[in-house]
């Protein structure tokens, strides 16, 4: 039988998207799945939105270390994006790194990527190639929705908003209901007020 195939939508600055990334790579140790890994951009979802003065700063940074990664997947291949992101979330995220050029930057050296994939930061050269990315995980899901995104066949989520990201069985059983949960074609949302925030462990 061939492995399920986890696809899943992140962008480098989102600490959920960074704690459904590492429940996922969980996942594959457990489960007989494939994670693949997708961008979105908080950047690209927000565009138009009223939003507070220093959070619309803050979404309009984001579009950098978005826009280094989709450097990376187009002139490296897809193959890169779980490393790179890998990289650049553990600065970002328990690292803590509030500069994320720099998390870029040392994440790029750590995978052994050329450094002259920062300069895609400030251009617009392979915003086509985000948007693309961004909008096929937005298309099965919604546009009511933020990151992280997660698609089992032709069904996708938001979520699984975890915290902390569950390890061995616990992140198969997780696994077992969204799979169940997206066997059922009328399943559309199950929900309750988050009361932590991401703990990284």
Known sequence: MAAST???WFDPICPWA??????ALEVEKVRDVDVVFHQMSLSVLNEGRELPEEYRESMDRAIEPARVVTAARVEHG??????LYTAIGTRIHPGEEKDWMKACAEALDEVGLPASLLDAAGSDAYDEQLRASHQEGISKVGEDVGTPVVAVGDVAFFGPVVSPAPKGEDAGKL???VFAAASIPGFYELKRTRTTGPIFD
Not at 18 to 23: D, L, N, Y
Not at 78 to 83: C, K, L, Q, Y
């Open 6 to 8: 986890l696809d899943l």
């Open 18 to 23: 960074w704690m459904t990334s590492r429940w």
């Open 78 to 83: 897809e193959g890169v994006i779980r490393d």
């Open 175 to 177: 696994f077992d209901g």
